[in-house]
């Protein structure tokens, strides 16, 4: 299993923040190499499934997203979800209120099946482009949210 931790202030009060990062609707506008959804069930909360595609090394594959929690705070609001597809595992974004801002820190694990590597690229190449999606994602989450 490999597992990866990214964090980026956000210069917009938490509720927007949050409020845009767990709309399952607004999901591919900001989260790097992820399709607009093909089906959607639900509103973001608990529960929630989503049909996408994921991009990885140009090859566009499917991706079911569901949301195991999504819990609102005063100071902090959670969002967790699994993914199936190239890659399946377990991710959790928590929004923190801090300094006038956001903190967002996304937390992702995840396994591949043996039958990618090899076919994709190796798990080293896989690694290095999920870290630098991760990283986009959170410096396009900032963009939107510091620009709305």
Request: hydrophobic share 40%; net charge negative; glycine share 6%.
């Given at each position: 299993m490999?597992?990866?931790r990214e964090s980026i202030f956000i210069?917009?009060?938490?509720?927007?923040?949050?409020g845009y990062g767990m709309d399952p609707k607004e999901w591919a506008h900001w989260y790097a190499h992820l399709s607009e959804p093909i089906k959607?069930?639900?509103d973001g909360e608990a529960g929630t499934v989503g049909e996408f595609k994921y991009t990885i090394l140009g090859v566009h594959l499917p991706m079911t997203v569901e949301v195991k929690e999504c819990s609102?705070?005063?100071?902090?609001?959670?969002w967790k979800g699994t993914f199936?597809?190239?890659l399946s595992g377990t991710q959790t974004f928590?929004?923190?209120d801090k300094d006038g801002g956001t903190?967002?820190?996304?937390?992702?694990?995840?396994?591949?099946?043996?039958?990618?590597?090899?076919?994709?690229?190796?798990?080293?190449?896989?690694?290095?482009?999920?870290?630098?999606?991760?990283?986009?994602?959170?410096?396009?989450?900032?963009?939107?949210?510091?620009?709305?």
């Open positions: 490999s597992s990866l210069n917009a009060p938490l509720g927007k923040v949050a959607l069930t639900g609102h705070g005063s100071d902090k609001h959670v199936e597809g190239p928590t929004y923190l903190e967002v820190v996304a937390d992702i694990e995840y396994d591949m099946p043996e039958n990618i590597i090899g076919k994709v690229a190796n798990l080293l190449v896989v690694e290095k482009i999920q870290e630098n999606a991760t990283i986009a994602t959170l410096k396009n989450l900032k963009a939107i949210c510091e620009s709305m």
